[in-house]
């Protein structure tokens, strides 16, 4: 398990998590370990989102349904964020133009001074601390998390 001394890596707060009794782990850690349910708390990059249109991130019936990939230095896996923990790990329900700021920011999308995407530009994730629910092998849930502000 990865030491709470490397929490260091943060540049700015980005996340709120509710789980600072659990110790930090990997994203090796998560599989491989062989608890069908456990709590991690990790620092993880975001690099992708599907649905990738942010209208599309809610079903008809308004429950949030994203499966995020996430990266550390040890690995890369899918992790959901689901109905009532999407609605915390969003702050609510958003209009598009907010959430769509919150998505590129997560993703290290290069955006110029006047709000626009610069196409073709490289992608710089922030790292954002978060809890993940294991389920069974590569399944997780994102639990406990909060994008904070237009800071991510």
């Known amino acids: 398990m990865m030491t709470d001394r490397l929490a ?9 998590v509710n789980c600072d009794d659990v110790p ?3 994203l090796m850690d998560i599989l491989t370990c ?8 990790c620092v993880v990059r975001f690099v992708a989102a599907i649905p990738w249109r942010v209208e599309d991130f809610c079903s008809p019936r308004g429950t949030y349904r994203v499966r995020f990939t996430v990266e550390d230095p040890t690995a890369r896996i899918h992790a959901f964020a689901y109905a009532e923990d ?21 993703l290290g999308v290069a955006i110029s001074v006047d709000g626009k995407e610069i196409k073709d530009a490289a992608r710089n994730p922030p790292w954002v601390q978060c809890c993940l629910i294991s389920h ?4 997780c ?12």
Not at 8 to 16: A, G, W
């Open 141 to 152: 849930k994102i639990c406990d998390t909060k994008l904070v502000g237009q800071q991510v």
């Open 86 to 106: 999407g609605e915390k790990f969003f702050d609510g329900y958003l209009s598009a133009d907010v959430l769509s700021s919150k998505l590129n920011k997560l």
């Open 34 to 41: 062989r608890k069908v349910r456990k709590k991690f708390r």
């Open 8 to 16: 260091f890596i943060f540049v700015r707060p980005s996340s709120e």
């Open 136 to 139: 069974y092998l590569k399944c």
């Open 24 to 26: 930090f782990a990997t």
